[in-house]
């Protein structure tokens, strides 16, 4: 059976959704005409976004398509920071919440746009002072607190690249990826509060710096109210509050090329290290600009909480870029959604009056878990809309998120993106898109996804692979240091005009599209990307372990739990602790996320007589499925023994 075949277990849901009259009479988007407009002149659609930015030099030319590179908004000049700060300072909006933030031990911040403004200005002229450069990367690894988008904004206005390595990935993880992008300068913390405890961040800085001779400097930000033991290093290690008190107050902004990057993030593929997805400035913004607007409506009085750590794109587009480049108000939160309690985010939306909620699946399911009656206890009614990213939602979750949060009575924008499309790509416009429960319905206008078979043929209703067939601004330039890679990558299917997402999905009578998960051998943990050959990496690089082959499974709250089946070496005898020690290996290698929720150890693993481990079969082992073809295998017993092995396991 091809990978296409499976699509055609299609969702039978048939509920509808029509927007409510009250949200369509204020809604940003209400002409259904804009779909076919944009369709018509996607160029001039994206550049009517673009002239309502600030440019110090306006482009000449809207898009250069030579697939598969691509330009937008050529000969034009723009700042990132300018555009989220400096335009908003200049208005009433200068003393306007920017950011509401809360930390885990329930220590509060508000900054204005004004405060905004200086720390920015502060930060970028402290990174100056350390020798950084327009081009230069910065590595940036820090807890969810303010400093984290003003380190952002401040390497935006001096034209430094940022990149933001998530703060639960190991040193392993963070060196590689400082190494691959040759950053000049670290900005970490002294730690961060997650469940109660610490993230000792800059110890894990200190590992992962030995070996990344790059590195000549390193901030760290001190997190308030922890006294973590940390050394400092003399010349290479400064505290953040001491190169703000220093800093001059006023840094011109870096007038950078639309092309220009703007930063990089190391996300998950199918084969060999993460690679770091490139986003150029103006496309970017304009893409996370546009989208804020019409998706998410955002109007001068909304408040707007994207629960995304800016460790994953979500977060960069979504709590940073978009909302400040509208000039909303943005909540921000450290730590976890059940710490202090599990109704927090609710506590959050009823004391800062939360009018735009944006979460995940896997939070949504998490909620339901724990009962109706916990957000019953909060005041919501200022929400108006409500988001959901990161992986298909069940329409059970969809259903509970209307009923439960919404009070029934708020559209939800089910929003389908990655880390490479920069900004949303599949969503409804809440006032105009009727919705179905699970359905990511329509793409935002001007882009054109399109489901294709195996042989990259257009199916006009039926399953098969999401592609994208037309370029929009905020995709990404390239893979960092490896355009080749990123035109084998994204590009190598179907042809050099075919972007190929990796997700597979279904086109139904009404093309709405629905979302069906990842066809390659990437796993969606709590709608985070990990890539299989990853986790096989760091479980073989256990002295004991021989092989291994990691498959996803089904998980009720994660949406997929990862399986790991492994063989260990000759000679070496397992015991009751082997299976925990494995799993803590791959936590240190690559991070908490990648740790896998089981590990069967195996006599041996199902091949192909030419020797290639066949990863189908053990998904259907994990799912716990009636096996499929075994035809091909060298030895048919192997498999059959691992799922009685499987079976007693699970018993
Ligand atoms: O499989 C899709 C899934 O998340 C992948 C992208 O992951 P990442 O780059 O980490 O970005 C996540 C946040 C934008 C996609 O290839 N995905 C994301 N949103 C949805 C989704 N799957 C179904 N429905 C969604 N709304």
Known sequence: MSQADGFDALLQEDRVFEPPAEFAAQANANDPGIYEEADRDHEGFWAKFASELEWSRPWDTVCEWTPPTVKWFLGGQINASVNCVDRHVRTAR???????????????????????????????????DLGVEKGDRVAVYLPMTPELPITLLACARIGAVHSVVFAGFSAESLRDRINDMQAKVVVTGDGGY???????????????????????????????????????????????????????????????????????????????????????????????????????????????????????????????????????TCVMYEGAPDTPHRGRFWEMVERYGVTVFYTAPTAIRAFMKWGTDIPAKFDMSTLRLLGTVGEPINPEAWMWYHANIGGARVPIVDTWWQTETGAICVAPLPGLVALKPGSATRP?????????????????????????????????????????????????????????????AKIDDDGYLWLLGRVDDVLNVSGHRVGTMEVESALVDHPDVAEAAVVGKPHEIKGQGIAAFVTLKEGVTPHDGTIGVLKQHV?????????????????????????????????????????????????????????????????
């Open 94 to 128: 200068r003393n306007k919440a920017a950011l509401i933030w809360e930390g885990e031990p329930g220590d509060r911040r508000t900054l204005t746009y004004w405060d905004l403004y200086q720390d920015v200005n502060r930060f970028a002229n402290a990174l100056r």
């Open 194 to 328: 997650r469940r109660g405890g610490v993230i000792p961040l800059k110890q894990i800085t200190d590992d992962a710096l030995d070996g990344a001779p790059s590195v000549e400097s390193v901030v760290v930000m001190h997190r308030e109210g922890l006294d973590a033991d940390i050394s400092m290093q003399d010349g290479r290690d400064h505290w953040y509050h001491d190169l703000m008190a220093k800093a001059a107050p006023r840094c011109d902004p870096q007038p950078m090329d639309s092309e220009d990057l703007l930063f990089t993030l190391y996300t998950s593929g199918t084969t060999g290290k993460p690679k770091g997805i490139a986003h150029a400035t103006g496309g970017y913004l304009v893409g996370t600009y546009a989208t804020s607007k019409w998706v998410f409506d955002l109007k001068e009085e909304d408040v707007f909480f994207c629960t995304a750590d800016i460790g994953w794109v979500t977060g960069h587009s979504y709590l940073v870029y978009g909302p400040l480049a509208n000039g909303a």
């Open 444 to 504: 935002f206008p001007g882009i054109k996804p399109m489901v294709v078979n195996e042989q990259g043929e257009e199916v006009k209703v039926g399953g098969g692979y999401l592609v994208m067939k037309r370029p929009w601004p905020s995709m990404l330039r390239t893979i960092y240091g490896d355009h080749e890679r990123y035109v084998k990558t994204y590009f190598g299917r179907w042809g050099p005009d075919v972007y190929v997402t990796g997700d597979g």
């Open 587 to 651: 936590v240190t290698k690559i991070g908490a996320i990648a740790r896998p929720d089981e590990i069967v150890l195996a006599a041996d693993l199902p091949k192909t007589r030419s020797g290639k481990i066949m990863r189908r079969l053990l998904r259907d082992v994990a799912e716990g499925k009636a096996l499929g073809d075994v035809t091909t295998l060298a030895d048919p017993t192997v498999v059959a023994k691992l799922r009685d092995q499987y079976a007693d396991k699970e018993g």
